[in-house]
């Protein structure tokens, strides 16, 4: 879990998967807007880690692929689902909320979180993998909700915005 949590693109990807069931990269990097390249080593990976499979056959009904505009489709693509690990960490990602990225952060990045919220401006590329910082270095909805469970002080600052 700790190797997914740390790149945004691969839980953006399982939870993209998660609502359309099946699908193949380009849709995937055209729905998240991100690259093609990006999204297809993504894949790989998360294939590798056993948390999405390919999907076999040559054609694909709608309601198995939920995003597809016609009733069957031949397949020209390779069409990924989530696996039964891919959707047992999405339900326990959903369960735990902003309190499974505390497993995932070392205490140099928990220290380095808090002084981002008390506003010092720190690039942490990391914390941008995650998704817990935007580019210019201030805190995400879900960095600040991180954030307030290391320091209570936190949580007071994100309450009065």
Request: glycine share 6%; with cysteine; charged share 35%.
């Amino acid at each position: 879990m700790k190797d997914v949590l740390r790149k945004k693109l691969y839980i953006d990807i399982l939870f993209h998967l998660k609502r359309a069931y099946i699908d193949y990269g380009k849709s995937i990097a055209k729905n998240l807007r991100v690259d093609l390249s990006e999204v297809i080593d993504a894949l790989e990976r998360l294939e590798e880690l056993g948390l999405i499979e390919r999907v076999g056959g040559h054609t694909l009904k709608r309601s198995k692929a939920r995003f597809k505009l016609s009733n069957e489709v031949r397949k020209h693509h390779i069409y990924y689902k989530l696996s039964r690990a891919g959707e047992l960490l999405l339900r326990e990602v959903a369960r735990e909320g902003p309190r499974a990225y505390l497993d995932v952060l070392s205490e140099e990045e928990k220290r380095a979180l808090v002084d981002i919220c008390r506003g010092h401006r720190v690039q942490h590329r990391a914390f941008i993998e995650m998704g817990l910082t935007d580019r210019n270095g201030g805190l995400t909805e879900l960095g600040a909700k991180v954030a307030s469970l290391l320091c209570p002080t936190c949580k007071l600052k994100l309450d009065t915005r």
